[in-house]
């Protein structure tokens, strides 16, 4: 247990969903094929007097360019655990991608912790290329650029500590600056995966999601998560339904939108 801090609170909260199928999900496809869901998620941590979320979404215009389905917009979500997404003052930003740098406009107050290397991956050479591009929304981009002149950029160079506790890894892979978040909670450390496992299937199986900028740094980022967390049932996945099983609701309203992540999960 992390009993030099005070524990965190940490939700998780589902803002949209899409159909897929299991192989749109590795990159080594698999004869056992078959439907399988992504869901879309922010999340927030409490505690120590400090509200911090990690990653802001989309919004209505990409979604329907994407042809996702958009449930709420994340500040909505995030209003059924009574945070005030124009109140937050730190946002971190696990990379640039369309669904986790969305909604800046929500969050006026706030500052944006973000890779130095994922900036310059989404501003560099390799946005020459479809393969890369791909899942970054160029306005979106151009939003986190504005922040960087308005000096709301926090830019992180491998690790940091954001609030007791609380800190930020380089892992990249998926994108070349993608970062992963460990805190502290009565359960133990427990660290959000973002994108660095989508679903708990490509960490157990080694079997990366195909979206991918370094599969080696893709893989090498699940033995780094798994050094920082507790154990494999301390890492969050990125965008897993299981999550929503396996967590409770904080509370009966906010059933099916909102899980809490620092209790331990059921069994499925
Ligand atoms: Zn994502």
Sequence with gaps: MPDSYEPYEVYAVRYAERDAMHNDHILNSDPHNGPSPMDYFVWAIVGNGRTIVVDIGFEEKEA??????????????????GIDSREVEDVVVTHLHYDHAGTVSDFPKAKFYLQEREMQFATGKHMSHKVFNVAYALDYVFDMIRNVYDNRVVFVDGTKEIAPGVTLHHVGGHTDGLQVVRVPTKRGWIVLASDASHYYMNMQTENPFPLVYSVGDMVQGYATMADLADSPRHIVPGHDPLVMQEYPAPTPESEGIVVRLDVPPKDL
């Excluded at 329907?64 to 655990?81: D, H, M, S, V, Y």
């Design 64 to 81: 329907t360019a994407r042809g996702r389905t958009l449930l709420r917009r994340p500040a909505e979500g995030l209003k059924a655990i």
